[in-house]
């Protein structure tokens, strides 16, 4: 198995910056893709962004521009978020797909961003 877990969140400004951080343990050969999450309160699951160990990142239109995913050596995942916006408060997940199955997903427990005016 695949061990994540997320640190980083907290209450932020809008127009401010972040930086989550997910720590990735255990079996990370298993792990073909790492990806953040997020859910709103209400909301579904949204997927924010991913990367690939020697491939780059990819984003949802949502915040593609504002946040950069990337890794160091696959042994943490980051994302740096800027120019946050209240509709950016989320639980923030931090996620591993294991290889030649993309429906076998590793989650970590999530760390809270709040976005306030």
């Known amino acids: 198995q695949v061990r994540l877990a997320e640190s980083g969140g907290g209450a932020v400004q809008t127009g401010g910056s972040l930086k989550l951080s997910c720590s990735v343990s255990g079996d990370t050969q298993y792990a073909c893709t790492l990806a953040w999450y997020r859910q709103a309160p209400g909301k579904d699951l949204e997927s924010v962004a991913s990367?690939?160990?020697?491939?780059?990142g990819k984003y949802a239109d949502s915040i593609k521009g504002r946040f950069t995913i990337s890794h160091d050596n696959w042994t943490n995942l980051y994302l740096q978020m800027t120019s946050l916006r209240l509709d950016d408060t989320a639980v923030y997940y931090c996620a591993a797909r294991r290889c030649g199955s993309p429906n076998h997903t590793y989650w970590g427990q999530g760390t809270q961003v709040t976005v306030s005016s």
């Open positions: 990367v690939e160990p020697d491939g780059p």
